[in-house]
């Protein structure tokens, strides 16, 4: 079994920073993929950064000075560190995992519960 758990959210003024944690723990045999994802009340779900164990570590463009995405592979945990936050940045944010679980040997595709980030002005 796998489990996801995000960390780090919070309510911060603007300038400010956080960072998120993203702990993936259980029968994990590798992970393809990590992404952070964000949604604010009323507005769709959007991905903030993505990293893959091919491609590197994609943003969303609006995000990429701002925000960073790391991964620590011997924990399995990813963080982002967000700095100079934003009111616009207030969301909840989740974490992704795509990964093969050693017990199957089958692609998981795991969300954590989400963590709530609110940002004052």
């Known amino acids: 079994q796998v489990q996801v758990m995000e960390s780090g959210g919070g309510l911060v003024q603007a300038g400010g920073s956080l960072r998120l944690s993203c702990a993936a723990s259980g029968t994990i045999s590798s992970i393809n993929s990590i992404a952070w994802f964000r949604q604010a009340p009323g507005k769709q779900r959007e991905l903030v950064a993505v990293s893959t164990d091919s491609g590197g570590t994609r943003y969303l463009d609006s995000l990429k000075d701002r925000f960073t995405l790391s991964i620590d592979h011997a924990k399995n945990t990813a963080y982002l560190q967000m700095n100079s936050l934003k009111p616009e940045d207030t969301a909840v944010y989740l974490c992704?995992?795509?990964?093969?679980?050693?017990?199957?040997?089958?692609?998981?595709?795991?969300w954590g519960q989400g963590t709530q980030v609110t940002v004052s002005s």
């Open positions: 992704n995992l795509v990964l093969k679980d050693s017990r199957t040997l089958r692609p998981l595709d795991i």
